[in-house]
Every structure is written in C-alpha cells, then in structure tokens.
T-cell receptor, first 116, second 109 residues
Framework: NAGVMQNPRHLVRRRGQEARLRCSPM?????VYWYRQLPEEGLKFMVY????????ESGMPKERFSAEFPKEGPSILRIQQVVRGDSAAYFC??????????????FGPGTRLTVL | RKEVEQDPGPFNVPEGATVAFNCTYS??????FFWYRQDCRKEPKLLMS???SGNEDGRFTAQLNRASQYISLLIRDSKLSDSATYLC??????????FGKGNQVVVIP
C-alpha cells in the first residue's frame, strides 16, 4: 500500500515563475492537507481539501496561492509569481475520514521549493 | 502567543539515558494531541497519540495535562536511532494541526 506521494521532490524556480506541487493521497484516503515548513520553523497549516471541495483555507496566503483536489487526479498546490520567501518544504498529508478530530494524518515526503 | 510552544534544545542525551520534554498549547478547546518524529529533511511521522490517561508505547511515554495545557514525552533507554526532532502536535478542530518547532534530541554514544 503506497503512502502519500508528492512530486516533484525538489523544485527550483526563478522569481516570478509559477510552481505546481502535486500530491496523491494514500489509497482509500479522500482528505488532503497542505502544510509549509520554512527553514528553522515548525510546520504551518495551509489548506484542507476533499474531492472538489476546499474545506478550510484559513492558512493560505491571500494572494498567489491556490489549491485544488479534482475528482480525478492528484491535489495541486499552485504558487504564482514566486518570491524568495516562498522557499520552503511543502508537505502534503492525507487521512481516511476527515470528520473525526482524532484521524491520523499521514505525511508525504514533501516538495522542497527553492526560489532563486 | 504561539499555538504550540516547545523548547527546541538541542537535548544531548547519553545512550541508555532517559530524556523528557514538554510542550504547551494555547487553545483550551484543542481536541486531540500527538507526538510526531521528524528526521532531518524528512517528513513528520506519527510517533504516538496522547490521551488524557497517559499512554505508553515501548520506551516512549506520553502524558497530557489539560488543566495546565501541556503535553510531555519521555524516552527511556535512549538509542542512537532516537536522534531526531520530536514535534508536539495539536488538533484545534477541523483537522487543522498546529505544530511546535520541535525538540531536537541528539543521542550520544
């Protein structure tokens, strides 16, 4: 049973370019979460999605960031016009149910974004 | 005030010794609590959930004190492989996890 998959594992972009990060949840999981970890910082919640629905985007920056989880295919975190401050590790997690607060979230290996 | 606060350390621990550390959380309505382990440049992995009655998993013991809003982790008989950063994690509702910066543990031979 494959775990949470993320790609690419490493992504280098120049300022002003777009970054697309992909996440495939564990088999049987329909709830996806995105977190960002800045250097020397803890993980920060960004967004919680179910298929075709954004449940909670309270942690998303107001501009340039968007996320989706389409009916088919992986979840996508999109960052437009990247700036150096976007350089971070972006982790995706998934859970099976989502309704219970005790659901364990399983994390993918992360995408390390570097903005030059 | 941060949602979850941890003393980052590092905690240098002789092999075979016991190490313990706490974290505090700010939201009294927090619903569930976890310790995750994160190795350098890797993803967090669940170590254990934390229950009000306290729970133990092998050499690891976790405690929750809701009145004082702190969570503890104790590691007995430390192994070299225990070297990692231990993340205190709180679910504040809607599955929105709040992470501390982590306690860095270095087990020394």
């Amino acid at each position: 049973n494959a775990g949470v998959m993320q790609n690419p594992r490493h992504l280098v972009r120049r300022r002003g370019q777009e970054a697309r990060l992909r996440c495939s949840p564990m088999k049987g999981h329909s709830h996806v979460y995105w977190y960002r970890q800045l250097p020397e910082e803890g993980l920060k919640f960004m967004v919680y999605l179910q298929k075709e629905n954004i449940i909670d985007e309270s942690g998303m920056p107001k501009e340039r960031f968007s996320a989706e989880f389409p009916k088919e295919g992986p979840s996508i975190l999109r960052i437009q016009q990247v700036v150096r401050g976007d350089s971070a590790a972006y982790f995706c997690a998934s859970s099976p149910l989502g309704a219970s607060s005790t659901d364990t979230q399983y994390f993918g290996p992360g995408t390390r974004l570097t903005v030059l | 005030r941060k949602e979850v606060e941890q003393d980052p350390g590092p905690f240098n621990v002789p092999e075979g010794a016991t190490v313990a550390f706490n974290c505090t959380y700010s939201n009294s309505a927090s619903q569930s609590f976890f310790w995750y382990r994160q190795d350098c440049r890797k993803e967090p992995k669940l170590l254990m959930s934390v229950y009000s009655s306290g729970n133990e998993d092998g050499r690891f013991t976790a405690q929750l004190n809701r009145a004082s809003q702190y969570i503890s982790l104790l590691i007995r008989d430390s192994k070299l492989s225990d070297s990692a950063t231990y993340l205190c994690v709180v679910n504040n509702g809607n599955n929105r996890l709040a992470f501390g910066k982590g306690n860095q543990v270095v087990v020394i031979p």
